[in-house]
């Protein structure tokens, strides 16, 4: 690409150990419509070979971009890294093993540039390990309502019966375009995975909090690949210490901008400071099988003022995942309550 043409959009693609679907992935990206882009490959230490795969991208397709990290950073250091150097007036963000429509960003960047967004959605494309796939249709809103929308969506759902429960993409960034000026102007950047998990929600809970206008594109363009481990009906382990911190983190933000002011925001949070418990201990019962340990892990979130008040305000819970029986999900439910 000639490096005096104005770059449109910038494609941020943190690459640790990829495997097979990184020439899919970046295939997808080569294949792209809109010409005035970047790729920003970080290489996050890779040990499998991608850093060869990358290579080879970027020397056959200029728009392609290598970063490497000195020492292994994880995804959201990583993003943050390709934000630093990022040129295009738009943003974008793929995980390793997804791909997208060879039109996407074009789509994306017409209709935020042409009508002054600072954040264009699209549904997403989940593939299962089993190759079965699911569209996701996002319900409309107005594009001066959208922002927070999906600020509340990034803060958790408010009943079974919430519009946008049944669409996990309303919170992810894979499947959005997001404004460079706006990141700069707030200094937005990505938490360290190494402390606490959920960096994406909370990237765009606070980018939807600075935003004025959003819009949607009804077609799908990205397509987000589930693995074994993260297909809905299994659960990896996550350090509680993590789970932790991101709820303190969720609390702090919307503590200081007087967000828990609001009802519903308010109702949301709490139910998500209870999801995130009984899912965590539900996590360490499974890996560690054993109650001594698991009762070290409810002592501890108990100590957290956060989640002794959600669960005082309602012990009740709106979401069991499908791997909770519900005589467990009743056993930590009296564990937390009771004692």
Known sequence: MDNSSIIKVSV?????????????????????????????????????????VAEEFAQRDSRFRILRNSENLHIGNSRNEGLKVAKGEYVAFCDHDDYAAPNMYEILYRKAHSEELDLVCSPATIIRKS??????????????????????????????NDELKDFPSSGAIWCKLFKRSVIEEFNLHFVDTKKLTAEDLLFLMEYAYRSRRAEQVCKSLYHHVLEIGNTGSTLSYINP??????????????????????????SRFNNTVKIQSLITLHRDYTYNQSPLHLWR??????????VREAFQTSPSCIFVHPTMTRRFLFKILRFIICY
Do not use: W
Request: glycine share 6%; net charge negative.
């Open 297 to 306: 892990i409810v002592k501890e979130f108990k100590s957290e003022r956060i």
């Open 12 to 52: 941020i693609v943190p690459v640790y150990n990829a495997g097979v679907h990184l020439k899919k992935c970046l295939g997808s990206l080569s294949s792209q419509t809109l010409k005035e882009m970047e790729i920003i490959l970080v290489l996050d230490c890779p040990t499998d070979g991608s850093d060869k």
């Open 131 to 160: 190759g079965k796939t699911y569209m996701e249709n996002y319900p409309f809103l107005p594009s001066e309502l959208l922002p927070f929308a999906i600020l509340k969506g990034t803060v958790g759902i408010s009943s079974e």
């Open 241 to 266: 210490g993590k789970i932790i911190n991101y709820l303190k983190y969720l609390y702090d933000f919307l503590s200081t901008n007087s967000l828990l002011s609001d009802p519903d925001i308010c």
